[in-house]
């Protein structure tokens, strides 16, 4: 069973920064299946960072440049260091990890990010 625990959501003054963490517990295949999503009032859920299975990143275009997505692989964890962020920002962050064996997801419990003046 894998386990998802989040960290590092907090509200923070427009061009401010933080640092999110997602470690998972339990049987990983491989670390490059997670990645990060978020969703904001009113609006889908969307996909914010991930890898590809080489372990290169991508991003959602409204973040690029901004965001910056990293990886610990002794200790199964990803983080999201969000710089420049802007009140748009403002959503529940949630780390997601795509099960092979089995084939099923998992998702944290969601952090929320507010950004205000």
């Known amino acids: 069973q894998v386990q998802l625990v989040e960290s590092g959501g907090g509200t923070v003054q427009p061009g401010g920064s933080l640092r999110l963490s997602c470690a998972a517990s339990g049987t990983i295949f491989s670390i490059n299946r997670m990645g990060w999503y978020r969703q904001a009032p009113g609006k889908q859920r969307v996909l914010v960072a991930g890898f590809t299975s080489s372990g290169s990143t991508y991003y959602a275009d409204s973040v690029k440049g901004r965001f910056t997505i990293s990886k610990d692989n002794a200790k199964n964890t990803v983080f999201l260091q969000m710089d420049s962020l802007k009140v748009e920002d403002t959503a529940v962050y949630t780390c997601?990890?795509?099960?092979?064996?089995?084939?099923?997801?998992?998702w944290g419990q969601g952090t929320q990010v507010t950004v205000s003046s």
């Open positions: 997601k990890y795509d099960g092979v064996y089995p084939r099923r997801d998992y």
